[in-house]
């Protein structure tokens, strides 16, 4: 059904609760209104969730897949490696697709796939069942965030898309959060199986509002560029391949990690150039023309570095050296989830004011370095209070950096490029979630390392210690059991000192991102539409 541009004074009503069709261009109106707005916003945003923490939900349920699917501890990890590389070779093509066969037909296809996909995950009964299930759950999760995002945009007014882009924001830095913990807390009470039955539900739900209240946008014949999709597939791919086999292959001590770095820098090249040189490439040229979209692309990448890479060293930390369990780790991250709640309304309700978008983006870049420089000078000792404070510190920063970073990247852009623009960004920010996890693990083990030898080289007989080391051998088991725990302690310290040491380059990271907010144009309007022939 396809709804017809609708008078000025009717454009609130339409986006409250008008019908579908593009709406009448003006200073303030929706590119194109649905029948129930708010409920739109409902189905959107429960699609959006569910996507998201699948990224992150199955990850505490691993060792438990591993028995049940006969896998062994390298096997299993490609449960979720297979999610991952799917994810980020089918974003790419979001745009294409939404203009091919229409972005509602698109959407409401991806959260069927997905809650189907699920299903078959929850069914799988053998390691390579659950592997193909998690990429095709990956390809079809992949077109929801961008689509999500654009829907959301086009919906609404400009003067709120600050609130609506907290709105979208929220799930997108809440979900890694309550991911580990939900789905430590279903396989604990239920089974490793209801990390993904709960999308069902949920998921059909959400679909059914959105086959209700999803609006019509408009097609656009465009070529297909299956030269630029395969090139950065390729290089999508090697890259993830050598994020995740990194660690266990030894990195550039093996060949395989050798192999997967050669394709991606040569990939990386080849699409580059073919990107410059043919006239219809796979990204419009006009995305990285524009000042603020290709800063935000840069930004997207320290956010994802920062926030997840926290995220993934965190709860090993809190439970292999502090003892706190899966529930109470859950407990004192959620202030982090909390900080992101309100700094996220808060900076919107900044944005509609006319605060400079460069001075929270800054601010917000600020307080996280001033978390994570509280997390370098902790110690064993640390306690929960200091452990929430910076938490909620650092979840306020990230908020505040998040959604004026998404309006200055969308607000010069046409609207015809936001499908584009999102499915980029949602790539950025998840290869540098992906690079910073694995950088932030490599040097956390080498730093273990380190530090153990260097710690060990002082736990000798001429330190001048009460225990005097060389006579444990006379106690014969006794000793043993003796030394074997003060190397438990010393590899205790050591890690502690990685993890300061890890908190501490995120810490400049973090610090030399918060000038540059201010090479980005301050922003005051936004391009219309051309309005094509509809789905």
Known sequence: MTGAARPASNRQQDEAGGGQGPATAGLDAPEFVSA???????????????????????????????????????????????????????????????????????????????IFASMLCGLAQNLGEMVAFRALQGVAGAFIGPLSQSFMLDATRPSRHPQIMAIWGMGIMIGPILGPILGGWLTETANWRWVFFVNVPVGIAALAILIAYLPKRPRRKRRFDITGFLLLGIALAAFQLMLDRGAQADWLASAEIWVYLLLTLSATWMVVVHFVTVPAPMFERALFADRNFTLALAFMVVVGIVMFAVMALLPPMLQNLLGYGVIDTGIVLMPRGVGILVSMQVSGLLMRRGVDARAVVASGFLIGALSLWQMAHWSLEVDEFHIIVSGLLQGLGMGLVFIPLQISAFATLRPALRTDGSSLLNLTRSLGASAGISWMTVLLARNIQTAHAELGSNVTAATGSIVDFSTTDRFQSLGNTAMALVDAEVNRQAAMIAYVDDFWLMMWITLAAAPLAFLMRSAKGRSAAPVSAME
Request: aromatic share 8%.
């Open 36 to 114: 129930n707005y708010p409920l739109m916003i409902v189905g959107v945003m429960a699609a959006s969730l569910l996507q998201i923490l699948d990224t992150t939900i199955a990850n505490v349920a691993l060792p438990h897949m591993q028995s049940s699917l006969g896998a062994t501890v390298d096997t299993v990890t490609w449960v979720l490696t297979s999610y991952i590389i799917a994810s980020a070779v089918a974003l790419p093509i979001t745009g294409w697709l939404a203009d091919r066969i229409g972005a509602r037909r698109l959407f409401i296809g991806s959260v069927a796939g997905f």
